[in-house]
């Protein structure tokens, strides 16, 4: 079973600019997490998705981050404009349903350098 | 804040010993989760533990959980360099919250 992909791997960009992110979840799974790990501390929900709908965004940023998944699939996060201080690796996860009861499975993350 | 912090922050042993690490947290859970991250990886399930289980067993890891001190606790047995890695514990006191891991380093 194919795992959790993720694109770019790495992304360097300069403050203000935009960048967008993309995830594919395992074939079947209908929630799908983002989250943002900056260095040296655990995960921290950004987003939570079932199917193409929105459960959970009380921690993303509105004014700067926005997530969409469109067919209840694929999804892309973006951050326009971006700060210093959103350099992290942005992990997006999936699972096959909207419990905390059930495993997570992480794709490989996008580590964002701002400069 | 986060809601799980785990206890040390960086542990370092010689292969074969033993490796206990903690978490604690703060409110009620239903269940509690341990992940493994290697470096520049994402995160790997390692084991589950609902609130009604006190241990629970897969292979060379032993989990307890007590939920009168909030706390669980994390055992890899005859451990390897392989093993090297960032453990998270994750509680579900709301969205599935993280804490700030235990850095292991297993010394070949």
């Known amino acids: 079973e194919a795992g959790v992909a993720q694109s770019p791997r790495y992304k360097i960009i300069e403050k203000r600019q935009s960048v967008a992110f993309w995830c594919n979840p395992i074939?079947?799974?209908?929630?799908l997490y983002w989250y943002q790990q900056i260095l040296g501390q655990g995960p921290k929900l950004l987003i939570q998705?079932?199917?193409?709908?929105?459960?959970?965004d009380s921690q993303l940023p509105k004014d700067r981050f926005s997530a969409e998944r469109l067919k209840g699939v694929d999804s892309t996060l973006k951050i326009q404009p971006a700060k210093l201080e959103d350099s992290a690796v942005y992990l997006c996860?999936?699972?096959?349903?909207?419990?905390?009861?059930?495993?997570?499975?992480f794709g490989p993350g996008t580590r964002l350098t701002v400069t | 804040s986060q809601q799980g912090e785990e206890d040390p922050q960086a542990l370092s042993i010689q292969e074969g010993e033993n490796a206990t690490m903690n978490c604690s947290y703060k409110?009620?859970?239903?269940?509690l989760q341990w992940y493994r991250q290697n470096s520049g990886r994402g995160l790997v399930h390692l084991i589950l533990?609902?609130?009604?289980?006190r241990e629970k067993h897969s292979g060379r890891l032993r989990v307890t959980l007590d939920t009168s001190k909030k706390s669980s606790s994390l055992l890899i047995t005859a451990s390897r360099a392989a093993d090297t890695a960032s453990y998270f514990c994750?509680?579900?006191?709301?969205?599935?919250?993280f804490g700030s891991g235990t850095r292991l380093q297993v010394q070949p």
């Open positions: 994750a509680t579900d006191a709301r969205a599935l919250t």
């Open positions: 996860a999936s699972s096959p349903g909207a419990s905390y009861s059930y495993e997570q499975y």
């Open positions: 998705f079932q199917n193409n709908g929105v459960v959970d």
């Open positions: 533990i609902r609130s009604n289980e």
């Open positions: 074939s079947g799974h209908a929630t």
């Open positions: 409110t009620s859970i239903n269940n």
